[in-house]
């Protein structure tokens, strides 16, 4: 597709179980970010890759939250353990290159925990 | 560190009205600016943005200046339109040297007619 796309759109989830959130970024993107985005909050810094690698993990919010990317394409982001505080929509963007280019979002994923 | 301030909302407007929404940045190196807008359902897609000190970005009618003295990038529209309504988030990428994009809280915009 031409744009992000991230699945599932929306997950419920039990209080304690594993859930894995994907994130397909535009072909060719090098850079790609994951937000999460608390009902009625501003975007919250969670994590980047440059390529494969994460220069700044300092958004994680704890241990339970891990990411990876793997062939300059696809990533994950599993949090463990899930906790009712986790409920959010999670948002993926990629964008082409260093500095100042357009960063392109997908529509989320919006997770619920009970 | 690096940060971004908007002014609170909701902000709400009639049609036609000027609007005007603050932003202020924290940046330890020169940073980019960038205004992105998430409309009701949508997701978040840019809408302007500045690179260097001076430079006024420019989209749909509304414009940013990039403001080094003041450390500003207000948002402004000369008559706004209902179709207008949507969340604001001012945003800025730290330095050359990173693609870190930090985005401050995003204001709430309600147009009535």
């Known amino acids: 597709g031409a744009g992000v796309s991230q699945s599932p759109s929306n997950k419920v989830t039990e209080k304690g179980k594993d859930v894995e959130l994907r994130c397909d970024p535009i072909?060719?993107?090098?850079?790609l970010y994951w937000y999460r985005q608390r009902l009625g909050q501003g975007l919250e810094f969670l994590i980047y890759?440059?390529?494969?690698?994460?220069?700044?993990k300092s958004g994680l919010p704890s241990d339970r939250f891990s990411a990876e990317r793997t062939g300059e394409s696809v990533s994950t982001l599993t949090i463990q353990r899930t906790q009712q505080e986790d409920s959010a929509v999670y948002l993926c963007?990629?964008?082409?290159?260093?500095?100042?280019?357009?960063?392109?979002f997908g529509q989320g994923t919006r997770l619920t925990v009970v | 560190g690096n940060s971004v301030t908007q002014m609170e909302g909701p902000v709400t407007l009639s049609e036609e009205a000027f609007l005007t929404i603050n932003c202020t940045y924290t940046?330890?190196?020169?940073?980019?600016l960038f205004w992105y807008v998430q409309y009701p359902g949508e997701g978040l897609q840019l809408l302007l943005k500045a690179t260097k000190a001076d430079d006024k970005g420019s989209n749909k009618g509304f414009e940013a200046t990039y403001r080094k003295e003041t450390t500003s990038f207000h948002l402004e529209k000369g008559s706004v339109q209902v179709s207008d309504s949507a969340v604001y988030f001012c945003?800025?990428?730290?330095?050359?040297?990173?693609?870190?994009?930090?985005f401050g809280t995003g204001t709430r915009l309600q147009v009535f007619p």
């Open positions: 945003a800025l990428i730290p330095s050359y040297n990173t693609d870190k994009l930090i």
């Open positions: 940046a330890t190196g020169y940073p980019s």
């Open positions: 963007a990629s964008s082409l290159d260093r500095w100042n280019t357009e960063a392109f």
């Open positions: 890759f440059q390529g494969n690698s994460a220069p700044d």
């Open positions: 072909s060719g993107h090098t850079a």
